[in-house]
């Protein structure tokens, strides 16, 4: 394989798991909602 090659591998790699580990990041890091009751409880 040439250097273009290997240039592309590493890059598509880095990408791949750079987009994995930010979506495992946001997706983690969501405060939790605050959850009132329906109206029809009082809430």
Do not use: H, R
């Not at 791949?16 to 409880?41: H, M, N, Q, R």
Request: aromatic letters at 16%; one cysteine or more.
């Amino acid at each position: 394989m040439n250097i273009q090659g290997w240039i592309f591998l590493v890059a598509s790699t880095v990408f791949v798991w750079g987009l994995t580990i930010w979506c495992f990041y946001k997706v983690l890091t969501v405060p939790a909602p605050i959850e009132k009751p329906p109206d029809s409880l009082g809430g």
